[in-house]
């Protein structure tokens, strides 16, 4: 079956570093979403890409889907201590009635101020 | 507009006992979908429904049973619990994620086994 991979798993910077996660998939995707789980809370969605190659900004985060829609990352220039928490990527495969949303096993990032 | 509620937020069970999880999709949402989330995993599909059948269904044995009303909203049935089932269990709402709508979660039902 479909797995999604996610690296790394932990991260810790320094208020003011950048922080990357990326995520690969074993299968082709039809689009990628991207969460956000604070500790002790539930995922929220923070942004969907769908077209091979598009990058999308948040303010402070970037995130692109790679040209074979297979690969994924996040990236947060500045990080700030709100921005603590688990990122998880979770991709829907291409082609076909298929709905199941796989997640990576997140990426937890911790900031110090 | 209320988001996704689901009921309870926390309970315990005893080895070998049913659980009944429900959940209220956002308001206008007819697909629900049930995820298990591990202490440090992601979350794993259950499964979802739509116009009340089960959609689609992940790797979770027979225990794992859910419906869905006419009104979208749903229950999630655990029987015959093992410790393992012990987990944060999530409901999440959208119209068609087919057509890459988003998908809403709710806060969770912890659920610890003992």
């Known amino acids: 079956g479909q797995q999604v991979m996610q690296i790394p798993q932990y991260q810790h910077v320094q208020e003011g570093e950048d922080f990357t996660t990326y995520c690969n998939s074993s299968?082709?995707?039809?689009?990628i979403q991207w969460y956000k789980q604070r500790p002790g809370g539930h995922p929220v969605f923070l942004i969907q890409l769908v077209k091979s190659g598009e990058v999308k900004k948040q303010k402070r985060l970037t995130f692109q889907f790679g040209e074979a829609k297979k690969n994924s990352s996040l990236h947060i220039t500045a990080t700030q201590t709100t921005d603590v928490g688990t990122y998880f990527c979770?991709?829907?495969?291409?082609?076909?009635?298929?709905?199941?949303?796989?997640f990576g096993k997140g990426t937890l990032l911790t900031v110090n101020p | 507009d209320a988001g996704v509620t689901q009921s309870p937020t926390h309970l315990i069970k005893t080895r070998g006992q049913q659980v009944t999880l429900r959940c209220s999709p956002k308001?206008?949402?007819?697909?629900v979908s049930w995820y298990q989330q591990a202490l440090g995993q992601g979350p794993q599909f259950i499964f979802q429904?739509?116009?009340?059948?089960?959609?689609q269904r992940g790797n979770f044995p027979d225990r794992f049973s859910g419906h869905q009303f006419p009104n979208y909203s749903s229950e999630l049935n655990v029987n015959a619990l093992l410790l393992g089932d012990s987990a944060l269990y999530l409901c999440?709402?959208?119209?068609?994620?087919?057509?890459?709508?988003?998908?809403?979660f709710g806060e969770g039902s912890w659920l610890t086994v003992v």
């Open positions: 299968t082709t995707l039809s689009n």
């Open positions: 429904y739509y116009e009340e059948e089960e959609r």
């Open positions: 308001s206008g949402h007819d697909t």
């Open positions: 999440a709402s959208s119209l068609d994620p087919g057509a890459g709508n988003t998908i809403y």
């Open positions: 979770a991709g829907l495969p291409s082609g076909g009635s298929n709905y199941k949303l796989t």
